[in-house]
């Protein structure tokens, strides 16, 4: 029963660093997707994707990078990290069809200095 | 754009008592709307989904109901307890094309209930 697996848990980066968030699911879900959770802001979606080999942008996109080649698979790239993009990021999963339920992994909390 | 709102952003309440929180949207032409718990340092738990062509949905003490015409929700605990305490979520999911991929938050629900 692993769903959603999030790794690593905690990261720091120095400022221009890069680095990939991990996100798996092993529920055979067409639909990832990528949030950041700042305090006073909710959560805003980064990317998405409905299905491998697609890709799109969400609200914030700016200095992310995503890619689908695998239903299981969809990591998140910080190409420089900015101490702006510290957040606490979560990647969610869903069926494309029927009740599309959510669900989500226990969160990335991601520090850059 | 969808418009999600939470109403109130924060309700503190004695243990076993009745409450009700309030979740609106903009745009009626939602697929679903789930509930989601939050607690604190830790990821979303979802509570309740409910369809758009659904009116309620029910688990345990927890009771959603959905007005998608008037773009609202409610998510009723009945009896509540400390344990409730955490972060209430609602979301909706558009029923458009490719936004169908893409769920829209509200800013939450903190609610605590005391002992």
């Known amino acids: 029963n692993a769903g959603v697996t999030q790794t690593p848990k905690f990261q720091v980066l120095k400022t221009g660093q890069s680095m990939t968030l991990q996100c798996a699911q092993d529920m055979n879900h067409e639909y990832m997707s990528w949030y950041r959770q700042d305090p006073g802001m909710g959560l805003r979606l980064i990317h998405y994707?409905?299905?491998?080999?697609?890709?799109d942008q969400g609200e914030v996109p700016n200095g992310y990078n995503v890619s689908r080649s695998t239903t299981e698979d969809f990591p998140l790239r910080l190409l420089s990290a900015a101490p702006s993009q510290t957040s606490v990021y979560f990647c969610?999963?869903?069926?494309?069809?029927?009740?599309?339920?959510?669900?989500f992994g226990q969160g990335t909390r991601l520090t850059v200095v | 754009k969808q418009e999600v709102t939470q109403i109130p952003a924060a309700l503190s309440v004695p243990e076993g008592e009745n409450l009700v929180l309030n979740c609106s949207f903009t745009?009626?032409?939602?697929?679903?709307l789930q509930w989601f718990r939050q607690d604190p340092g830790k990821g979303l738990t979802s509570l309740l989904l409910i369809q758009s062509s659904q009116r309620e949905q029910t688990s345990g003490r927890l009771n959603a109901s959905l007005d998608k015409s008037s773009g609202r929700s409610t998510l009723y605990i009945a009896a509540s307890q400390p344990g409730d305490s955490a972060t209430y979520l609602c979301?909706?999911?558009?029923?458009?094309?490719?936004?169908?991929?893409?769920?829209?938050f509200g800013r939450g629900t903190q609610l605590t209930v005391w002992p």
């Open positions: 745009d009626s032409a939602i697929y679903n």
């Open positions: 969610a999963s869903s069926s494309g069809t029927g009740k599309t339920e959510a669900f």
């Open positions: 979301a909706v999911r558009a029923d458009r094309g490719s936004t169908l991929g893409r769920l829209y």
């Open positions: 994707s409905v299905g491998a080999g697609i890709t």
